[in-house]
């Protein structure tokens, strides 16, 4: 692995001004629609003078996974402006070189550090506090993200192995599709190598959150940036319920409008895949979404008490073993599941929750056979 960059600003200057700028646009832009601020009346607000204390003092190792890709360049990008992060390693298993010296040019405090190939993946991985992964196929037009599963699964797997091997404590984001099996084949590697953490491993479905909350502004006319749409279930077609119901501010919809949005929603990724007609599929606004979740973390592991997102993760909530929902994200990853937000849903969510529960169970179960066949498999040799 080549160190492609040192911080030379660390002084007063180089992190006092690169803190301030991609803090503004960390609280502004990403990190404000990851607490309750909009969605819950009754939280107690942490004094804002003491996160602010914790904050800019902490620094973290994130390491992307797939960093040369199409979500992975402008999301190392986007970590790159975080006053949060001392060391951004960039892996994948092309290209990478080339996109570390280039990010490694932008004068924010973090070092940029690139690995090629699975004989540097473990010196990647060693010591870092985030792994994110977005390694893998994207859909072209006219297919499912299920039909991404035959190569991705095996990718997802290698990567968690060796994630299991070099820093089983760190948090785990799962970007990779389909997301509603790569995540328990996640979960089944890691309890393979025996160092299982339900609370640190998070399926990436803040894209779904990000496109509801816009989508529901337009809609109604609302300020962007206070509306907060809780989105549940899992990340493909009808698995993906956004609880309208639920929106902060409180806001009423039609039922015309509720089928609209919904349907919008569900399908906002393959709106993305048409468009692009075979170049692959969201990449910018999934960046956007990936950071933000990545943001939320840090802000978590500095002390953050206020830190809530959407994402999939192993839940009691349902019957299903895997769902995605609000959950409070604390030092120790997922600290509670926020199940208030499934009480009193309408009765068209209600039956879209039902809807979806099939399918997401035989995706989770594909999953979860897909590990053990390989475990198997590996026996046997
Ligand atoms: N969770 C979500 O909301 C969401 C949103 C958008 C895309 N996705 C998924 O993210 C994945 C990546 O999408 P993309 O547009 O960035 O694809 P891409 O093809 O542009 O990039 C993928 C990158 O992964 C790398 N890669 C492949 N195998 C690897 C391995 N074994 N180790 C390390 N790197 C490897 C490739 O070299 C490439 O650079 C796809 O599966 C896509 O479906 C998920
Ligand atoms: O739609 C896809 O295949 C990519 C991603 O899951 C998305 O929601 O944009």
């Known amino acids: 692995a080549a160190l492609v960059s040192k911080p030379r600003n660390r002084g007063i200057s180089g992190l006092k001004a690169s803190s301030s700028i991609s803090f503004e646009l960390g609280s502004s832009f990403l990190g404000k629609t990851g607490s309750l601020r909009a969605s819950v009346t009754t939280r107690v607000a942490p004094k804002a003078k003491s996160v602010a204390r914790i904050l800019p003092e902490a620094s973290y190792k994130v390491a992307v996974l797939g960093a040369a890709g199409g979500i992975g360049q402008p999301l190392g990008l986007l970590i790159k402006m975080s006053p949060l992060v001392s060391e951004l390693r960039l892996y994948d298993i092309a290209n990478v070189k080339g996109v570390a010296a280039d990010l490694s040019h932008c004068n924010t405090p973090s070092q940029v550090m690139d690995f090629t190939g699975p004989a540097e993946l473990a010196s990647c991985l060693k010591g870092v506090d985030v792994v994110v992964i977005p390694a893998g196929v994207p859909r072209k037009p006219g297919m499912t993200r299920d039909d991404l599963f035959n190569i991705n699964a095996g990718i997802v797997k290698s990567l968690i192995e060796a994630v299991a091997d070099n820093c089983p404590e760190a948090f785990i984001h799962i970007i990779s599709n389909p997301v509603n099996s790569t995540v328990p084949i996640a979960a089944e590697i890691l309890k393979q190598k025996g160092v299982y953490n339900t609370k640190k491993l998070f399926g990436v479905s803040t894209l779904d959150v990000v496109r509801a909350n816009t989508f529901v502004a337009q809609k109604k006319g609302l300020k962007l940036i206070d509306v907060d749409v809780p989105v549940v279930g899992g990340h493909a077609g009808i698995t993906i319920l956004p609880l309208l119901s639920k929106t902060r501010p409180s806001v009423t919809f039609t039922d015309e409008e509720t089928e ?64 995605a929902s609000r959950v409070k994200i604390g030092k120790n990853g997922v600290e509670s599941i926020i199940s208030s937000d499934l009480e009193g849903i309408t009765e068209y969510e209600a039956n879209a929750l039902e809807a979806l529960k099939p399918e997401l169970k035989a995706s989770i179960e594909k999953g979860i056979e897909f590990a053990h066949k390989q475990q198997g498999a590996a026996a046997s040799v």
């Not at 990936?290 to 809530?308: C, H, I, K, N, T």
């Open 260 to 323: 609209q949005l919904t349907k919008r929603i569900q399908n906002a990724g393959t709106e993305v895949v048409e468009a692009k007609a075979g170049a692959g599929s969201a990449t910018l606004s999934m960046a956007y979404a990936a950071a933000r979740f990545v943001e939320s973390s840090l802000r978590a592991l500095a002390g953050d008490p206020d830190v809530y997102e959407c994402t999939y993760v192993q839940s009691e909530l349902t019957e299903l073993p895997f769902f």
